[in-house]
């Protein structure tokens, strides 16, 4: 029997673009009056929009008035807000909340909310690492030169979604070579310990240890964008599934041989959120916000994915995906910063005519066409 689920959101790095999501008249407003006004107003969740798939009524979205910067700054007051949020979706008589973007980061992914027993909780990470997973492979196989031996780099290895992704791929060697990225080394150095019997894997607290890498895998929690031209590959491909995006639209203009896919999108071609939107097209959703989907309609109660989730937990949302197939619940067809991209590495020559310096001869790197 399914039940009904919240999605928690937040405003991302431009606040006054994301609030107007709710009300297009706020996009006049300055930054830094919503700055002021959200850090220092006790100001409560909103809801924001209602959730319909397969013409159903399944779910609310819930914004936390506080943006990605003040929830990063101030953990402590970034996590009461995620806190008073859920109230709400149990306001709204939800079974089952997800935790958007940074909302999951500031709770530890969800583990200050475990002790809660009136509502299940879930950060949405484990069908997010399925999906980036999916995603991974895709590119390896059709966009990566070095297709047989492929050097992947993931930055925010050790959080929750990273740590997962780092599992899944090292588990098959999917990659030939792992470069685990993040800032504080006693967690990367335990993990790359635990992959390291499986894929050669190699730890870096800089970015520029991505420089050699064929796919850079993003998924930090950072307001910036923290990937630049400066730190890839000629060729490189990257899979940027970060919100807010640690990877600039203009990373495209400065580096045009360099492929940016957008990562963690999930079709789901008869969603439709009514009265707002989280910046994705009808149809589309992110992959947390999926899980939560696959959570309700299953009619799963308690929590779910809550801190990292195991590879397990991994396989069980794509069990759950596969039963909801005739709804959708597969990774989106690629796209860069939300326009449509051909994969293939046929004519990946022709854009590297535009690129100096190579460091690797040979490397042809991915395929970019602009579809539309
Ligand atoms: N598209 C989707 O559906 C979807 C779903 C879930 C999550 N996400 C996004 O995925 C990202 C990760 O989410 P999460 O829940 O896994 O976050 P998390 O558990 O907080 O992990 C964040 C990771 O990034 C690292 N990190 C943070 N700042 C960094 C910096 N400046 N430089 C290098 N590494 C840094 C952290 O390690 P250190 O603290 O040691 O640096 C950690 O490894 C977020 O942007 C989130 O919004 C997207």
């Known amino acids: 029997m399914s039940s009904t689920f919240a999605f928690t959101v937040h405003p991302r790095a431009r606040l006054g673009e994301d609030l107007a999501r709710i009300w297009s008249p706020l996009a006049r407003v300055p930054d830094s009056v919503y700055d002021t006004a959200l850090r220092r107003l006790p100001l409560p969740p909103v809801t924001m929009a209602g959730i319909d798939i397969g013409g159903e009524h399944v779910g609310h979205v819930v914004l936390v008035p506080y943006g990605a910067r003040h929830l990063l700054g101030s953990p402590g007051e970034g996590r009461a807000r995620v806190h008073r949020a859920v109230d709400k979706a149990r306001a709204l008589g939800c079974d089952v909340v997800g935790l958007g973007a940074l909302t999951a980061t500031v709770t530890a992914g969800g583990v200050s909310l475990r002790s809660r027993t009136d509502i299940g909780v879930t950060n949405g990470n484990a069908f997010t690492a399925a999906i980036v997973d999916d995603q991974a492979r895709r590119l390896l196989r059709s966009a990566v030169d070095h297709a047989a031996d492929p050097h992947v780099a993931i930055v925010g290895a050790t959080g929750s979604v990273g740590a997962a992704v780092t599992r899944l791929l090292a588990r098959d060697r999917a990659a030939a070579r792992l470069t685990l990225v993040a800032r504080a080394t006693g967690r990367l150095d335990a993990l790359a310990a635990e992959v390291g019997s499986q894929v050669p894997t190699t730890t870096s607290t800089t970015m520029d240890a991505v420089a050699t890498a064929d796919l850079v895998i993003l998924l930090t929690a950072s307001a910036d964008a923290l990937l630049g031209a400066q730190h890839l590959a000629p060729g490189a491909v990257v899979l940027d599934a970060t919100q807010p995006r640690n990877t600039s639209p203009s990373l495209l203009d400065e580096r045009p041989d360099v492929l940016v896919v957008d990562g963690g999108v999930v079709d789901i071609p008869s969603l439709r959120l009514v009265g707002g939107n989280i910046g994705l097209p009808d149809g589309r959703s992110y ?33 759950m995906a596969a039963d909801l197939a005739h709804l959708g619940f597969r990774a989106a067809e690629p796209t860069t910063f939300g326009r449509p991209v051909t994969l293939g590495r046929a004519v990946a020559a022709n854009r590297l005519g535009t690129t100096v310096g190579t460091t690797r001869g040979t490397n042809v790197g991915a395929a970019l066409e602009l579809a539309s």
């Open 287 to 319: 992959a947390c916000f999926a899980e939560t989907a696959l959570l309700a309609l299953t009619g799963h109660r308690g929590h779910f994915s809550i801190g990292v989730p195991t590879v397990e937990l991994v396989d069980r949302t794509r069990g």
